[in-house]
């Protein structure tokens, strides 16, 4: 539903008192959740940077003309819990619920790779997770870009967390308990008047200059940008819940489709045959159930509004997020933990550092006069070559005071405090690479490394929830704005025989063929895509093809053989040419036994053999005759 602009300007939607949008986006920008989530992710981020110094710091280690040197340690644990999830590369897994499913389940799991790899989804659930390891949280978002409305095309988007406001009262990982979902990009007048023509710029600033100061900003003077809010909230409505009679199928229906579907009803809906047919009116029970609506606006201005296009009733949008603190739910990341440990490491090491250059040196101490050649030893003590020369009867007139002893508690406070960072993020020695002793055995190492594993169970398990979330969402989208000619064109020939397996629906009967006929009878699932994974598949296809000969095709190995496609051609190749030459020959054996019967027979038991021979080919022919046109009739 698009509101033109120029309709709404000067309608001020700001409802103090009860649940308007603009009520909820003031609220979640003062929540308590938001307040302490931002403040702590920019702090976190700042950190990891190595910016770890605030200016009251940095002000007193100047005026005591001491270095802020930063002994970053936060940064390389970070890095290694990206990476280790970099590493372990998945791919989703679409799990039929019913044996009739599997061909479906196949042909969207073709699908579902192609899309993947298309918006590279993959690479941005992994730079969700990054920032939500560094900050707390971060977002993926899924939609449809209509720049060419006859062929919309799905997208993705990450959001970061300071990008997006979410009901503060909300508890759920995958947000199903909130009310709404406040997306936000700061645009610049161009971008604003490329998008919404109608776009009053004048007008817009002279409301937003002149609100009052409860009003959320919405305009950045300095930098000269507009802010462009997203809101995806729920929705309740009246709707009517009863038994259809033509398919004994619970379903609803809002009040005024019900009233029509009743004197449908009535009156008889038609048959195939030409006649009508009544049925009785069902029993009603009125309910309210929840809807997905989205609006896009600015200020007081509504660009877009209505209920969610799409067909699945949760946001289009994944959550990923790291720890939740219970006392002010506000999301916190992997760095949050790790600061107060890092400042300590910094101030011993600071403090170690100067003392170890500001102690007094070791000073000779002498009676004047005992040193005949003092000036030559300030300038030369440290030669291999020097010596010192004694006055007369002076041997025992000077000597050696040594340098103090640093206290060892220096060095001993910051080991336990990068310990205590390597115990709080999971990141042990083992995990870095690093060897603390030669001698300690492989079993122990593998142990102590799946033990630094359980301590990120929360972080990974949040990290898998999110990617099999996005999954589903990105299956729903394929469903409803993915034609069947465009899956076709991916898939090629193997598709479109999935898709015919999947054709025992009735062709008479709506959703015939359609991908969408079996959305509930599929689940969403992943598996590690590795190597050894398809070096197994070919492995056990290819003894099974050894021990039952001619039963699994040539193309079904080399697909899953890791070799070049100008090799698997040339495979391909001589594998036709070998059938051919085994059919010719086939022919030509069948061709010498009935010349042999034939000279075994009289001319009238030949002919009738001849005869027979003729029939059976004729008939062969006209078999694969009916079939070419049935499949040319179902297509």
């Not at 990054?130 to 978002?141: A, F, M, Y």
């Not at 489709?257 to 009116?281: L, N, T, W």
């Not at 070096?535 to 099974?544: A, K």
């Amino acid at each position: 539903m698009n509101i033109p602009a120029n309709e709404l300007m000067g309608i001020e939607e700001v409802m103090w008192g009860g649940d308007s949008i603009l009520q909820w986006l003031r609220d979640a920008e003062m929540s308590h959740p938001e307040t302490c989530f931002r403040k702590e992710s920019m702090e976190d981020y700042r950190f990891y940077a190595g910016k770890q110094d605030s200016q009251d710091v940095l002000q007193k280690l100047w005026s005591q003309k001491r270095p802020a040197t930063v002994y970053n340690e936060v940064k390389p644990k970070i890095d290694m819990l990206v990476g280790l999830a970099a590493q372990t590369k998945h791919e989703p897994h679409i799990v039929p619920t019913n044996a009739g499913s599997e061909a479906l389940s196949e042909f969207m799991l073709h699908a579902m790779k192609h899309y993947r790899k298309k918006l590279k989804i993959t690479r941005k659930e992994l730079d969700c997770f990054e920032h939500t390891v560094k900050s707390g949280r971060s977002l993926l978002h899924f939609y449809i870009d209509k720049e060419n409305p006859f062929e919309p095309q799905i997208k993705a988007k990450r959001f970061a967390g300071r990008d997006f406001y979410l009901d503060p009262q909300s508890t759920e990982y995958d947000m199903s308990d909130a009310r709404f979902l406040i997306l936000q990009s700061w645009l610049p007048e161009s971008t604003l008047k490329s998008r919404y023509p109608n776009f009053d710029i004048s007008a817009y600033q002279a409301y937003v200059l002149g609100s009052s100061a409860d009003l959320p900003v919405f305009f950045n003077e300095a930098r000269k940008l507009y802010r462009l809010c997203e809101a995806w909230y729920t929705k309740f409505e009246d709707v009517v819940w009863f038994i259809n009679p033509l398919s004994n199928n619970p379903e609803w229906l809002f009040p005024k489709e019900f009233r029509i579907f009743v004197q449908a009803c009535k009156e008889g809906f038609p048959m195939p045959d030409g006649s009508k047919k009544q049925f009785p009116v069902p029993e009603m029970v009125m309910s309210q159930k929840k809807f997905i609506w989205y609006r896009i606006f600015s200020g007081n201005i509504v660009f877009e509004e209505g209920r969610s296009p799409y067909k699945f009733d949760i946001f289009p949008s994944v959550l990923y997020g790291a720890y939740r603190n219970e006392d002010t739910n506000a999301w916190f990341g992997h760095i949050t933990v790790m600061k107060d440990p890092q400042r300590a490491v910094n101030t011993m090491k600071r403090q170690l550092s100067h003392l170890l250059q500001t102690l007094p040196k070791g000073i000779l101490v002498h009676e004047t006069g005992a040193i005949l050649n003092i000036d030559e030893y300030e300038r030369r003590s440290a030669d291999p070559g020097f010596h010192m020369e004694l006055a007369m009867n002076k041997m025992n007139a000077y000597k050696f005071e040594t340098q103090p002893q640093i206290s060892p508690i220096y060095s001993q406070f910051s080991a336990e405090c990068s310990q205590s960072m390597k115990d709080t993020s999971g990141i042990q020695n083992e995990m870095m690479g690093q060897e603390t002793s030669s001698r300690t055995p492989g079993v122990t190492v593998h142990m102590r490394q799946e033990t630094s594993l359980a301590v990120l169970f929360i972080l990974y398990d949040n990290y898998r929830e999110s990617r099999l979330t996005g999954d589903l969402i990105l299956m729903n989208l394929i469903q409803q704005y993915a034609p069947q000619n465009i899956l076709m064109q991916i898939q090629g020939p193997t598709g479109m025989q999935l898709l015919e397996i999947n054709s025992q629906l009735n062709p008479d009967n709506p959703g015939y063929n359609d991908i969408t006929a079996g959305s509930f009878d599929l689940s969403i699932d992943e598996v590690m895509e590795t190597a050894s994974q398809r070096q197994m598949v070919l492995q056990v296809i290819s003894d099974y093809s050894r021990n039952n000969p001619g039963v699994i095709p040539a193309d079904v190995i080399l697909e899953y053989a890791d070799v070049p496609y100008s090799v698997k051609a040339k495979i391909r190749e001589a594998a036709a040419a070998q059938a051919e030459a085994a059919q010719k020959e086939a022919d030509r054996n069948y061709e010498l036994e009935l010349l042999k019967i034939l000279a075994k027979v009289d001319a009238t038991t030949a002919d009738k053999i001849i005869t027979e021979r003729e029939i059976d080919l004729k008939g062969m022919l006209m078999q694969v005759q009916e079939r070419q046109k049935q499949k040319a009739i179902s297509a």
